[in-house]
């Protein structure tokens, strides 16, 4: 009999349904049988979610080969970063094994038992800044109290300068039109603690960076001294032969000058609280060689009284001796020091005949502290150079030495807490 090809189609769609019952239940047990032995390892029944997870995982990628556990070295320092993490790292070999084969408590939040303690200011480093302000010596459209005349009394076309004593016309606008202040408040100093306010007046031909700051060194002399004080340096002429006081010249100056810099301190020091007790803090005056100008009249006319507590001159007694000697014989309260090379000797040696005249004693001697009252000429020896002596004078870093002498007597700094004072404890 010839067998068509549909017949062979129809006997091959037949042959599922002709198999034996034998070959059912051997397709059963094999599904069932796997299935049993899973059951029995897992005790229960996986989660949908990792289920989910190994469904859409591909052949021999299982959940923790996509999710690993993450390892030690990818959460904290290597050893070679952390000490905490070297000095531990020796132990970790030898206490894994019995770590790993203890049960692990589930994790929990442990309550601090740390005391509360009061806030503590951030570690602080020295702040040394440069700062506008409108009371400091320049621009100046006031008059010359030596000549009663204008203090510019040049111009060129819409152009104003300044003829200095030697002749030279110096510019408005190049010389006399800085008001910026070199401002410092070194990282140890306190404000709860009695505190003073250095304002140096620097020399002929000198800019506040690359002389007061850079050469000068006196940010940091005032820093290394260790003493509780901080800088105001005003800006005179710029890089000129000129000794002009500007602002300084008028009544109440220096006293201006003292009160808008308070607010700008207090902010340096990184608190605006203290710009009250920064306005009533003494102040010590330095003067060095062409800064004797401001210096005296600052003391005449400064409007400070007896909150100037010293006055430091670095060789700088090239005249106004009157004002030098009136402050001395009515303010006892505070010292007095002059440093002098040959280039003044003969001026400081004026100045301390007028004060004997007057019945004030005359020191030598820069051993030991220096007392309110303190009067002290010291004559440095020859080979010092005026150019260097506010770095080398009788000693190295002078202004360091005089803070650290005054320091030693704290009735120079101490000022009476006023009933409106920010910090009435210092």
């Not at 904290?76 to 970063?81: A, D, R, S």
């Not at 330095?286 to 009249?297: D, E, H, I, K, L």
């Not at 400070?304 to 030098?324: C, M, P, S, T």
Request: proline residues 8%; aromatic residues 8%; hydrophobic residues 40%.
């Amino acid at each position: 009999m010839v067998r068509t090809p549909g017949a062979a189609r129809h006997d091959r769609a037949r042959a599922p349904h002709a198999a034996s019952p034998r070959l059912r239940w051997i397709g059963i047990l094999s599904v069932l049988v796997p299935l049993s032995f899973i059951l029995v390892q897992c005790g229960q029944a996986p989660s949908a979610g990792s289920l989910a997870a190994n469904v859409q995982g591909t052949k021999g990628d299982s959940f923790d080969d996509r999710f690993p556990t993450p390892q030690f070295k990818d959460r904290f320092p290597t050893p070679g970063e952390s000490l905490l993490q070297r000095q531990a790292s020796t132990s970790d070999a030898s206490n894994r094994r019995t770590a790993q084969a203890q049960p692990q408590p589930a994790p929990y939040r442990v309550a601090s038992l740390a005391p509360t303690v009061p806030y503590q200011r951030p570690a602080r480093e020295d702040q040394t800044t440069l700062v506008s302000l409108k009371s400091s010596a320049f621009p100046y459209f006031g008059n010359n109290p030596h000549t009663e005349q204008p203090f510019l009394n040049v111009s060129n076309g819409e152009r104003r300068g300044h003829r200095s004593y030697s002749g030279r016309v110096l510019w408005q606008d190049e010389t006399f039109n800085d008001n910026r202040v070199l401002m410092h408040v070194p990282e140890t100093f306190d404000i709860r603690k009695p505190g003073v306010i250095v304002v140096f007046f620097h020399g002929n031909g000198a800019t506040l960076e690359r002389d007061v700051r850079d050469r000068q060194l006196v940010p940091q002399q005032i820093s290394d001294s260790g003493v509780n004080a901080v800088l105001l340096a005003p800006q005179l002429a710029v890089n000129a032969a000129d000794s002009s006081a500007g602002k300084f010249w008028q009544p109440g100056g220096l006293k201006r000058f003292v009160t808008e810099s308070a607010d700008h301190l207090a902010k340096l020091y990184g608190d605006p609280a203290a710009a009250k007790a920064f306005a009533n803090m003494p102040v010590i005056i330095v003067g060095y060689s062409g800064g004797f100008v401001p210096t005296a009249w600052s003391l005449e006319v400064g409007g400070l009284g007896n909150r100037v507590r010293g006055v430091f001159l670095l060789d700088a007694v090239y005249g106004e001796l009157d004002k030098f000697a009136s402050w001395v014989v009515n303010n006892r309260s505070g010292f007095f020091v002059s440093a002098y090379t040959r280039y003044t000797q003969r001026h400081d040696q004026e100045l301390m005949q007028m004060l004997r005249d007057k019945g004030v004693a005359v020191s030598d001697d820069m051993d030991g502290p220096l007392h309110p009252g303190s009067v002290v000429f010291v004559k440095t020896p020859d080979g010092v150079t005026h150019r260097d002596y506010v770095t080398h004078a009788w000693t190295a870093n002078p202004v360091r030495e005089v803070l650290v002498k005054m320091a030693s007597t704290p009735a120079l700094t101490r000022v009476a807490a006023s009933s409106g004072d920010a910090y009435p404890n210092r």
